[in-house]
Every structure is written in structure tokens, then in C-alpha cells.
């Protein structure tokens, strides 16, 4: 059984829960899917912890931006939040996590962090006019991926590949206070989850141990949804 864990974003209680449940459920091996620490309140335990599972990891636009805030947007919140992640994690693991690669293929299935042609570009729960651009060369039944933080399967426009984002697990956008993962059996079929946690807890402390832009991260955590 494998784990799908993506959009972790330095929430560690949503992490250990999601661990708690997939390990419950006979989870051995994990894809960590990027965004493991940029705008939550415990980036380097976070990425402590994940060092600890049997774990393949790809880059999110989170380890991107981390080690290369101008290439993010030059937005108040995103900055500041870089600024303290990069001084809570430390320069080498920032460059660390900036060096993995941007998608794995294990057969059947390609693991990217937004689309295979982007890091932040991404597939939506309804299709968008650029979905058939956002495929980009992926072959594989399966297509699975992150950033959007919200939880959903279906076909793709083209038919023949199913897309899946495993949903957020550290901060769902979808109204859903739960986090989001997923689970693969041996034979390859999927299942999308969710797993109760303090989620106030993680909110508090996000207002507690983050500068400024932590009450933006707070709400976010506590509403599931992109407030600004
Ligand atoms: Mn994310």
C-alpha cells in the first residue's frame, strides 16, 4: 500500500494524523508530492518527520520559491512567508529540497506537483480550456497531483487518463477542515481520504509562531479555504 501525501505545508499535527491513518491502513511506502513546509507553523519538523518514512519525493513550487524568492510573486504574504521558512529550515535543506525532482513515473501512474508542464499551473475538480496544454506529454493511465489543495478524481477531457489531486494535508482549500490524502493498493486501486485532526491547533499556533503573515495562514487553516 503507498501513501499520496501532498501540500503538507509545515502542518505537523495534520501530518502525523494523515501517518496515523495510512500506516493504520497498511501503508508501507509514501509519494511525497512538494509544498512540504512554505506558510505552516512547523516547516522543519515537518520535513524531520517526512525524512522518517520510506518516501519518494518530488518538488513543489513551494521548494522552488524557497530557494528562489523572486522567481514567486511579489506578494506580502508569500514573501514574508518564504523570509521565515527559509530561516526556520536553514539554507542547506532549502537548497535540499530545491534539487528534487519535478516528477516521478512508476509505471502506471506520473506523479507531478501541479501538471506535468508546471509547478503552478493545475487541474481543476471542472475541466478548463487548458487542460489538454496542461497534460503535456504524460502517457500514463494515471496522473496525479497537488497544488490547487483540492480533493477530487475524474477523466481528463482527452479520456483514457484519470486525473487525481489527493486533496491537501495541511491545508485543504475546500471547505473541509479534514486532511486530504490518498491511499494506493498493490493492484493499483486508489482511494481518496480524510482524516480529522485539532486543525485549531495548527491555526493557533500558525498565529503563534509565524510573523505577521501567520494570522493570513491562520484563517486559511481554520476556514479551508484561500482567504487573503
Ligand atoms: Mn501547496
Redesign the pocket.
Known amino acids: 500500500m503507498l501513501a499520496l501525501l501532498?501540500?503538507i505545508?509545515g502542518n505537523l499535527p495534520a501530518l502525523e494524523a494523515v501517518i496515523g491513518d495510512a500506516e493504520q491502513s497498511g501503508a508501507q511506502r509514501y509519494l511525497l508530492g512538494?509544498?512540504y513546509a512554505?506558510?505552516g507553523p512547523w516547516p522543519e519538523e515537518t520535513v524531520q518527520r517526512l525524512r522518517a518514512l520510506d518516501a519518494v519525493w518530488i518538488r513543489?513550487?513551494?521548494e522552488r520559491w524557497s530557494a528562489r524568492p523572486a522567481d514567486a510573486p511579489d506578494d506580502e504574504v508569500v514573501q514574508a512567508a518564504i523570509g521565515a521558512c527559509r530561516e526556520m529550515l536553514g539554507e542547506e535543506t532549502v537548497e535540499e529540497l530545491a534539487a528534487l525532482p519535478e516528477a516521478y513515473v512508476d509505471g502506471h501512474a506520473r506523479y507531478c506537483?501541479g501538471s506535468p508542464v508546471s509547478d503552478v499551473r493545475s487541474f481543476f475538480p471542472e475541466p478548463a480550456d487548458d487542460e489538454p496544454d496542461l497534460l503535456g506529454d504524460a502517457i500514463e493511465p494515471r496522473l496525479v497531483f497537488?497544488?490547487?489543495?483540492l480533493q477530487f478524481r475524474r477523466e481528463s477531457v482527452l479520456g483514457g487518463l484519470e486525473l487525481v489531486n489527493p486533496g491537501?494535508v495541511g491545508?485543504p482549500f475546500d471547505g473541509d477542515n479534514r486532511a486530504g490524502y490518498a491511499l494506493v493498493a498493490d493492484g493499483g486501486e486508489l482511494e481518496l481520504r480524510r482524516v480529522a485532526y485539532d486543525h485549531e491547533e495548527s491555526s493557533e499556533a500558525a498565529r503563534e509562531r509565524l510573523p505577521g503573515f501567520g494570522e493570513t495562514i491562520a484563517r486559511r487553516i481554520s476556514q479551508a479555504a484561500f482567504v487573503t
Not at 146 to 149: F, R
Request: no cysteine; proline share 0%; net charge negative.
Open positions: 501532498y501540500d505545508h512538494g509544498d512554505l506558510f513543489g513550487n513551494g506537483h497537488g497544488h490547487t489543495h491537501s491545508m
